[in-house]
């Protein structure tokens, strides 16, 4: 059973998305939260697996949650699920350790997949979310030429280097496990050696790092 945080400051988008998924077996909306200030205050308390976070909220909003959530709780996977795709937001959001960036207009049933795959450490973004993202990840590549660090400086393995490909292209850790003929334990405790050679605490953050090394 996922145990899944609803952060948003309209209520019938809370009250909404609380009916949709206490639908399903596997799912359970333990809270809702109106602002990122309340669900910081309410994940130490309930201990969710999956938080659906809002960007624009009054007191602290949501990017500003997450960072703060994911500096003490890096376990909890942060889905922002907004109606902004503006460049800057969606790149903030991910910097600051959310695991995948969805818009409002996403159907029921792909939004319920996209819990459970985040909560499997998949990260998650719409096609025109991602064209965003792969653009101002080569346009500071390019800026940033000079000073790039390859995998050899990192001391990442071979094994690792194939891992981080198949990360950058958006395999699942159940399809890199099918891939390399691995099980899912081992694939996990690789993509976590890589995270700490990287600096980083999650898969999205992982991925704008190689992008700009690869």
């Known amino acids: 059973m996922l145990r899944i945080l609803i952060v948003d400051d309209q209520t019938l988008m809370r009250d909404g998305l609380k009916t949709i998924l206490d639908l399903e077996d596997d799912l359970e909306v333990i809270g809702t939260?109106?602002?990122?200030?309340?669900?910081?205050?309410?994940?130490?308390?309930?201990?969710?697996?999956?938080?659906?976070?809002?960007?624009?909220?009054?007191?602290?909003?949501?990017?500003?949650?997450t960072k703060i959530i994911k500096a003490e709780f890096s376990d909890v996977s942060?889905?922002?699920?907004?109606?902004?795709?503006?460049?800057?937001?969606?790149?903030?959001?991910l910097e600051c350790g959310a695991d995948g960036y969805l818009l409002k207009d996403i159907d029921a049933d792909r939004?319920?997949?996209?819990?459970?795959?985040?909560?499997?450490?998949?990260m998650l973004l719409p096609a025109k979310v991602a064209a965003k993202l792969v653009?101002?990840?080569?346009?500071?590549?390019?800026?940033?030429?000079?000073?790039?660090?390859?995998?050899?400086?990192?001391?990442?393995?071979?094994?690792e280097k194939e891992i981080c490909m198949l990360l950058c292209e958006g395999y699942s850790n159940k399809q890199i496990c099918d891939k390399l003929f691995l099980t899912l334990g081992t694939v996990k405790n690789y993509i976590t050696n890589i995270y700490s050679k990287l600096g980083v605490t999650n898969r999205t953050a992982a991925i704008l790092f190689l992008k700009k090394i690869i």
């Open 33 to 65: 939260a109106s602002n990122g200030k309340e669900a910081y205050d309410l994940v130490g308390k309930l201990k969710p697996d999956v938080i659906l976070m809002d960007i624009r909220m009054p007191v602290l909003n949501g990017v500003e949650a």
């Open 135 to 159: 653009n101002r990840v080569l346009k500071t590549k390019n800026e940033d030429k000079e000073n790039t660090v390859d995998f050899d400086a990192l001391k990442i393995t071979e094994r």
């Open 78 to 93: 942060i889905i922002m699920l907004t109606t902004f795709d503006t460049d800057d937001l969606i790149i903030e959001a």
């Open 111 to 122: 939004l319920i997949q996209s819990i459970k795959e985040a909560a499997n450490g998949d």
